[in-house]
């Protein structure tokens, strides 16, 4: 069973950082693509990053760019997500997915989604 | 950037009902869009894969067809465990979601 399950959330105080990671089993890591979305609470979903299955291709979202590096190690079957200058404006749930195909812009399809990691920033 | 505008962004209907929902994107995105059902407290789940292709074990009551800037999402006959919020989301130009679509039992 293919299973993604992310850590690392919780409260940040506003200009500081935090790393997100995600625990990927049940399938081979390293033949796909993997991508960041986040929910702040009760609105809808945003796109943040997306990385290739080597690491060798990244995107980003406007709102986080220069801000969040996305980044993956394949000999551990983690994905991760620094996310630096933090703002209240970053506040949601942050789910990862798996990609269709091993790149972020072909079959960009999520199947699964985590259950996600809740980042609140707040002073 | 590709804007992706859904609608109606609430619906209420009967079990039983075809319900249909719309996704219009800012610019030609070919097939490259995909629908996601999410039922509150849960993640999103893969419900249709480039516009139309049926994900593997969703009931076939969900369809999706359309290309380049308009699409449509059908349920055939609504069932009470499709109560959720169904999003459209493209890939043509990085990814962007639609602004989601509320669905509720009448």
């Known amino acids: 069973e293919v299973q993604l399950v992310e850590s690392g959330g919780g409260l940040v105080q506003p200009g500081r950082s935090l790393r997100l990671s995600c625990a990927a089993s049940?399938?081979?890591?390293?033949?796909?693509?993997m991508h960041w979305v986040r929910q702040a609470p009760g609105k809808g979903l945003e796109w943040v990053s997306g990385?290739?299955?080597?690491?060798?291709?990244?995107g980003y979202a406007d709102s986080v760019k220069g801000r969040f590096t996305i980044s993956r190690d394949n000999a551990k079957n983690s994905l991760y997500l620094q996310m630096n200058s933090l703002g209240a404006e970053d506040t949601a749930l942050y789910y990862c997915?798996?990609?269709?195909?091993?790149?972020?812009?072909?079959?960009?399809?999520?199947?699964?989604w985590g259950q996600g990691t809740l980042v609140t920033v707040s002073s | 950037d590709i804007q992706m505008t859904q609608s109606p962004s609430s619906l209420s209907a009967s079990v039983g009902d075809r319900v249909t929902i719309t996704c219009q994107a800012s610019?030609?995105?070919?097939?490259?869009l995909n629908w996601y059902q999410q039922k509150p407290g849960k993640a999103p789940k893969l419900l249709i894969y480039?516009?139309?292709n049926l994900e593997t074990g969703v009931p076939s009551r969900f369809s999706g067809s359309g290309s380049r800037t308009d699409f449509t999402f059908t349920i055939s006959s609504l069932q009470p465990e499709d109560i959720a919020t169904y999003y459209c989301?493209?890939?043509?130009?990085?990814?962007?979601f639609g602004q989601g679509t509320r669905l509720e039992i009448k």
């Open positions: 997915a798996k990609s269709g195909s091993s790149s972020p812009t072909r079959a960009a399809w999520f199947d699964p």
């Open positions: 049940g399938f081979t890591f390293d033949d796909y693509a």
């Open positions: 990385i290739s299955w080597n690491g060798g291709s990244t």
């Open positions: 610019q030609d995105i070919s097939n490259y």
């Open positions: 480039d516009a139309s």
């Open positions: 989301q493209q890939y043509d130009n990085l990814i962007t």
